[in-house]
C-alpha cells in the first residue's frame, strides 16, 4: 500500500501540481514526501491525492463543513508565499495538518493554527508521530491569528476568506508576505500581501475557487 501511494503522490505532482506552474523545487519535493493520506480518514485515503478538495470535519449545527484543499491551489498559494529555508511560518486553519507538514520542509518552523479543537488534535497527533519536530499546534480563533509567537516572516491561510483582519497584518514582519484567496466560490482571488517598512500593499495573483474558512466572513451592517 505504501508503494501504491508512492505512485499516487507522483502522478499528483506531476498531473495537478506541474502542469499548474508550480516551479518551486523545494514545494515539489516536499509534495512529493509529505504522505497526504495520513492526513485524512481511513475511508477517505483512497482519495487522499484526487484533484478536489476533501472533507476532513462534517458540518454541524453552526459549525461548517472543513476540507483538505485541492493540491493545485494549494501548491499555487505555497509558492506564491514564497517561503525560504530560514522563514517562521503562521499556518492558519491547518486542519489535520498537512498543509503545515508540507510547509515545515520549506521553513524554518511553523506555528499551525487552528480553531476546532479536535481537528488540532488530530493534526498535532499526526505530525509528531511522522516527526515534524518543527512544527507547533496551537488552538484559537482563526481570524486573531496567534500574535503570542509573532512577528512571522510569512502567514498562510487555508481557505478562502471574505474579509482579511487587520491583526494578522499587524503580525508580519517588516519583509512578511501574507497568502490569501479574498472571495468565495468562483469569485476566488489569490492575493500576496508584503509588508514594507510598515506599510503592506497587495497584488491580484490568480483565479482560485476553493472552499472558505471560517471565521472571516464580512460583518453586514445596515445602511439608512
Not at 177 to 193: C, I, K, Q, S, W
Request: with cysteine.
Amino acid at each position: 500500500m505504501d508503494t501504491d501511494f508512492t505512485e499516487q503522490r507522483v502522478k499528483m505532482v506531476d498531473g495537478q501540481i506541474r502542469t499548474t506552474d508550480v516551479t518551486d523545487t523545494a514545494i515539489l519535493e516536499a509534495m512529493l514526501t509529505v504522505p497526504r493520506e495520513a492526513f485524512v480518514s481511513a475511508r477517505r485515503r483512497e482519495l487522499a491525492y484526487i484533484d478536489e478538495d476533501i472533507e476532513i470535519s462534517p458540518a454541524e449545527p453552526g459549525k461548517p463543513a472543513r476540507y483538505l484543499m485541492e493540491p493545485s491551489p494549494f501548491a499555487k498559494l505555497a509558492q506564491l508565499a514564497g517561503i525560504r529555508s530560514t522563514d517562521f511560518v503562521l499556518d492558519i486553519g491547518c486542519g489535520t495538518g498537512y498543509s503545515s507538514a508540507v510547509l515545515s520542509r520549506l521553513a524554518s518552523s511553523v506555528v499551525a493554527l487552528e480553531s476546532d479543537p479536535v481537528l488540532a488534535e488530530q493534526a498535532s497527533s499526526t505530525l509528531s508521530h511522522l516527526g515534524y519536530d518543527n512544527v507547533a499546534v496551537v488552538q484559537g480563533l482563526l481570524q486573531d491569528g496567534y500574535a503570542a509567537e509573532a512577528p512571522y516572516d510569512a502567514i498562510f491561510i487555508n481557505g478562502a476568506i471574505e474579509e482579511l483582519p487587520q491583526a494578522l497584518l499587524e503580525q508580519l514582519k517588516d519583509g512578511g508576505r501574507l497568502v490569501a484567496v479574498e472571495g468565495l466560490g468562483n469569485a476566488g482571488v489569490a492575493r500576496l500581501f508584503l509588508k514594507t517598512t510598515g506599510v503592506v500593499t497587495g497584488r491580484r495573483a490568480f483565479n482560485a475557487a476553493i472552499r472558505p474558512l471560517p471565521g472571516f466572513e464580512r460583518v453586514h451592517t445596515f445602511e439608512f
